[in-house]
Structure formats: C-alpha cells, structure tokens
C-alpha cells in the first residue's frame, strides 16, 4: 500500500510519537499550524475518510477520541483545542487514511482549518 500513515505506522517512516497504544498512533505533524499540532491516526487502515465509517468500525473513532482527550491533558491545552478531520477531495484530504488534527497551545483563529 502506498500510503504514507501506513508508513509511518510499519515504521519506514520516522515520526515525532506523542502517544501510541494497540490501536492508534499520534504523531507530530511535519508542517505544525498551532504551537500544538498532533496527528492521531487508527494504525490498520480500515477507514479511507469519515464516509466508511458504519457499525462495524465506528468503534476505532471513540478510542481516537480518548486519546486525543489524555494527550490534549498532557499537553496542557485546558484552554480548549480544536480537532480536525478534512474529508474527500473537497474537504482538502490529501491522506486517504482516516485521521484527525489535535490544534492548539494559541487562540485559534475562527476560520482556521488544516491545509495538508
């Protein structure tokens, strides 16, 4: 698979790690937009885009949502945070493997989404 999440995951590609457990990896983005900036990603590739999720996967998006919830704590973003998800081509997905943006560590600009 071409697919540079599933690379990073397989470890041919290195990353700056946040969190890591059976089922998901967070890492670091490479072009941060916020002082905070985290990728968290389901490491199986089971969800191209929020239109696969269905009854027999959403339940990978609750354990995202956990991690995101103890890394943005030990990060210290109790100021608040904004998660991104860009979805097709519209929605400016570059990456056809399910992920989300963990923003902050800044007031965040209200317009302010995630080029990739």
Not at 28 to 36: G, L, T
Not at 45 to 60: F, G, P, V, Y
């Amino acid at each position: 698979m071409d697919c540079i999440f599933c690379k990073i995951v397989a470890g041919e590609i290195p990353c700056s790690k946040v969190y890591e457990d059976e089922k998901i990896l967070a890492f670091k983005d490479i072009n941060p937009q916020a002082p905070v900036h985290v990728i968290f990603i389901p490491k199986q590739h089971i969800l191209t885009c929020a239109d696969d999720i269905n009854d027999s996967n959403k339940e990978i998006l609750g354990d995202i949502f956990e991690a995101i919830s103890k890394v943005a704590k030990e990060l210290g973003l109790s100021d608040g945070y904004r998660i991104i998800n860009n979805c097709g081509k519209h929605g400016a997905q570059s990456v056809k493997h399910i992920h989300f943006h963990l923003l902050g560590g800044a007031q965040l600009p209200e317009d302010m989404g995630v080029r990739e």
